[in-house]
């Protein structure tokens, strides 16, 4: 079987017929919507398999990490594979023999990346960080403090500086790097009971957001956002809706601080706390403690004014499920102060990535359900006064796992055996 992945070239999130680099041309992918082309399938390098995480740090040049089917009774392996023409043609990258899997990968620019997971068994099954400084010709080991057991998300800003979460024997931690080669230094846990760290968003060096999950019994759980305003040495537990399963994908950039983007007036009422952890930033100022899923015990919420977020994932709570659940869109407008439910169409069971390169302008991914004639969706937001509910939806033959746009004229989307691209006008 041909492994393909869609790339997406997208020519126009943009209203009045116009993209950023001028008149558009061009179908829409829908009726009505501001995103232009059509998804086009390109074939992967044997012998990957399945692709889990994607970063273009420009419109020609991206990187996706994933794995390979094992032959002649060997495991699958860890594989890496990068793109010069925008996705249209893709080529393996050599990284080091003892990389087990491969996560999450994140990249500065078109030469300095880290891509996050485990070191095999037969090495020391500990997490693995390898990172490039010449766009992929050589890939080297930037090894995790001792004690790190897996590498689960990434994300480096063009300071080529990076986070990375790791999974300790004391919960989640964070990690950071100045560069991508220099080592990492562990910072800050993430708060008692939140685990399953799926993807980390930074709007700078010091605010990232990262998708969670709490426990709810031995086979449930709820999904959690954390953030942080202080380079990872503290992190608090979002307030969110009710009825969440897993969180997979946030992508949050920096916008207006006024408006629907100031942070909510302290309420009079409060939550008694239950399991502490510190505030990183609340409505009122000074430092408080909140319970985890409540607000802060003067009756602030936690956020960040002016940071438009935008998260998904699925209410199934139960792992090893395929295709079940519903889809969810959250969107906050003040760095999770406060959330919107957005409207997801009924075939899409669970959303497992988004990313977002203008404010109000987003790509969401994932699986539909079992029912559905495709077992991949792609939703593409729509205007800028309704992005969520005029949304338009394209379907795909796999599920898929990972998008990135790098402006509103270029996105790529991967996923399992599966790598498309949008070509526009």
Not at 157 to 162: E, F, I, L, S, T
Request: net charge neutral; hydrophobic share 40%; aromatic share 4%.
């Amino acid at each position: 079987m041909t492994s393909l992945v869609f790339v997406v070239a997208v020519a126009g999130a943009c209203s009045a017929g116009t993209s950023p680099s001028g008149p558009r041309s061009g179908t829409p992918i829908a009726n009505g919507s501001p995103w232009f082309g059509a998804l086009t399938p390109a074939a992967l390098p044997a012998p990957v398999n399945s692709l889990s995480a994607l970063d273009c740090p420009t419109a020609s040049s991206c990187w996706a990490v994933g794995s390979t089917v094992g032959g002649a009774g060997a495991s699958n392996g860890a594989a890496v594979i990068a793109t010069t023409d925008g996705g249209s043609t893709w080529r393996g990258q050599v990284i080091p023999a003892t990389v087990g899997y491969l996560s999450g990968i994140s990249c500065s620019d078109q030469r300095h990346c880290a891509a996050v997971g485990q070191a095999d068994q037969a090495s020391n099954g500990q997490g693995a960080v390898i990172t490039t400084s010449n766009g992929g010709a050589t890939w080297t080991q930037s090894p995790p403090p001792p004690g790190i057991l897996d590498v689960t998300a990434v994300s480096c800003g063009a300071d080529r500086r990076c986070m990375a979460m790791g999974t300790a024997a004391v919960g989640t931690v964070a990690l950071v790097s100045v560069s991508p080669a220099s080592g990492w230094v562990q910072v800050g846990a993430l708060p008692a009971g939140v685990a399953g760290a799926a993807d980390i968003s930074c709007s700078d060096d010091l605010r990232c957001w990262v998708t969670a999950h709490t426990s709810i019994d031995v086979d449930r759980v709820a999904g959690a956002v954390v953030l942080t305003t202080n380079g990872g040495r503290t992190w608090t537990t979002l307030t969110m809706p009710t009825g969440l399963g897993y969180l997979t994908g946030v992508s949050c950039l920096s916008g207006p601080a006024a408006g629907s983007g100031a942070l909510p007036l302290p309420s009079s009422t409060t939550t008694p706390p239950s399991t502490p952890v510190v505030t990183a930033t609340s409505t009122t100022g000074p430092t408080t403690t909140s319970n985890g899923s409540g607000p802060t015990a003067t009756g602030a919420r936690v956020g960040v004014a002016g940071a438009r977020c935008t998260v998904v994932g699925t209410t199934a709570r139960s792992p090893g499920i395929a295709r079940s659940g519903h889809g969810l869109i959250l969107t906050s407008t003040n760095g999770g102060a406060h959330w919107t439910n957005q409207p997801v169409v009924a075939t899409a069971a669970a959303l497992t990535d988004v990313s977002c390169p203008a404010l109000d302008s987003c790509v969401a991914v994932g699986s539909s359900v079992a029912t559905a004639t495709q077992a991949g969706v792609a939703v593409f937001t729509g205007s800028t006064d309704h992005p969520w509910k005029n949304a338009a939806v394209v379907g795909s033959a796999q599920p898929l796992s990972a998008v990135s746009c790098v402006s509103n004229s270029r996105c790529v989307v991967v996923g399992e055996s599966t790598s498309e691209h949008l070509v526009g006008g």
